[in-house]
């Protein structure tokens, strides 16, 4: 069974950062496209950022790219978030994902597109 441990979350006031990281199996995470989702009670699971390990190149949710940047450190097999500006409307547990690489996209931040998933981290913002 393939594991993504995220680990990072906390509470913070509003105007705050948190980073959160995302380990992967070698095998994965390799010239793999991973990517951060969240969802908040009664809502839906969206897509946050993604992130191509092979080249480093991102993708954004368009409400959220300058606030959020997603990294990565190719040695260790880690890929992080990093949030800043945190607003109460952030608050939601926060998963990594992976995709399995034989399988078609269906949407860049899609939780349709990704087979791999890891346990979540709540973030909570307050106001």
């Known amino acids: 069974q393939v594991q993504l441990v995220e680990s990072g979350g906390g509470s913070v006031q509003a105007g705050g950062s948190l980073s959160l990281s995302c380990t992967a199996p070698?095998?994965?995470?390799?010239?793999?496209?991973m990517a951060w989702f969240r969802q908040a009670p009664g809502k839906e699971r969206e897509g946050v950022a993604l992130?191509?390990?092979?080249?480093?190149?991102?993708w954004y949710h368009s409400s959220l790219q300058g606030r959020f940047t997603i990294s990565h450190n190719n040695p260790h097999n880690i890929v992080y978030l990093q949030m800043n500006g945190l607003k109460p409307e952030d608050t939601a547990m926060y998963y990594c994902?992976?995709?399995?690489?034989?399988?078609?996209?269906?949407?860049?931040?899609?939780?349709?597109?990704?087979?791999?998933w890891g346990q979540g981290t709540q973030v909570t913002v307050s106001s």
């Open positions: 070698g095998s994965i995470y390799s010239d793999n496209h």
């Open positions: 992130i191509y390990t092979g080249d480093g190149k991102t």
């Open positions: 994902a992976a995709r399995d690489k034989s399988k078609d996209w269906l949407g860049i931040l899609s939780p349709a597109s990704y087979t791999y």
